[in-house]
């Protein structure tokens, strides 16, 4: 499974926007990026996925380069509550055999 | 969205001794997955079931094993206790139809002692 590379982490004030971008040079053909995002002492819980170009849904959109190597996570006016970590994995379209990194740790100031 | 129920919520073992986890999925989640998490870093694969039936490992030693069942709960029995095993335990399970996207549990933080 292709490997990822993501900053350690991100600070930021609410209201703005985040936006995360993570690496994935070796992203196989049929892989799909799925990001998932984590508080303390919970499961990982999933937010969005894309193949190519743009994915948008009600809490994030996803922007993915035609070249597939790169995407990046877009949250747009963060708060508080969105201080957790988040993981970018790449893999088979239904999540099967995640590989997750150390994600980038999210730090939301008031 | 909720589904996956994971007990007990903590547990503290001795070093040698042997424990077992459990996850209770929702109806028609037939894939599920244990995950280990370390402190600071993110989850690693153990295993997966569909069906009852493994499909899938990670580099993971012979005395993590599990089980999966017709009513959707789940096992992960972890023998032969080491300090290195206390973690975060994850239990992630899909429902079939459903094209991507697990659900994870709150998992089951295991001390080794």
């Known amino acids: 499974l292709a490997k990822t590379t993501q900053p350690i982490s991100m600070d930021s004030y609410e209201g703005q926007e985040v936006n995360i971008t993570c690496s994935h040079n070796?992203?196989?053909?049929?892989?799909?990026i799925t990001w998932y995002q984590q508080f303390p002492s919970q499961g990982p819980r999933f937010i969005i996925q894309?193949?190519?170009t743009k994915v948008t849904n009600e809490v994030a959109s996803l922007f993915i380069p035609a070249d597939r190597k790169s995407s990046t996570l877009s949250l747009p006016r963060v708060s508080l509550s969105d201080t957790a970590v988040y993981y970018c994995?790449?893999?088979?379209?239904?999540?099967?055999?995640?590989?997750f990194g150390a994600g980038t740790i999210l730090r939301v100031k008031s | 969205e909720t589904g996956v129920t994971q007990s007990p919520t903590h547990l503290i073992k001795t070093r040698g001794q042997q424990v077992t986890l459990r996850c209770s999925s929702q109806?028609?989640?037939?894939?599920v997955s244990w995950y280990q998490q370390a402190l600071g870093q993110g989850p690693q694969f153990i295993f997966q079931y569909y069906r009852e039936e493994e499909n899938g490992r990670g580099n993971f030693p012979p005395r993590f094993s599990g089980l999966q069942f017709p009513n959707y709960s789940s096992e992960l029995n972890v023998n032969a206790l080491e300090l290195d095993d206390s973690a975060l335990y994850l239990c992630?399970?899909?429902?079939?139809?459903?094209?991507?996207?697990?659900?994870f549990g709150s998992g089951t933080r295991l001390t080794v002692v």
């Open positions: 109806s028609g989640h037939n894939t």
């Open positions: 894309g193949y190519k």
């Open positions: 992630a399970s899909r429902l079939e139809n459903r094209n991507y996207g697990y659900t």
């Open positions: 070796n992203i196989a053909t049929n892989d799909y």
């Open positions: 994995l790449v893999g088979d379209r239904y999540g099967n055999k995640l590989v």
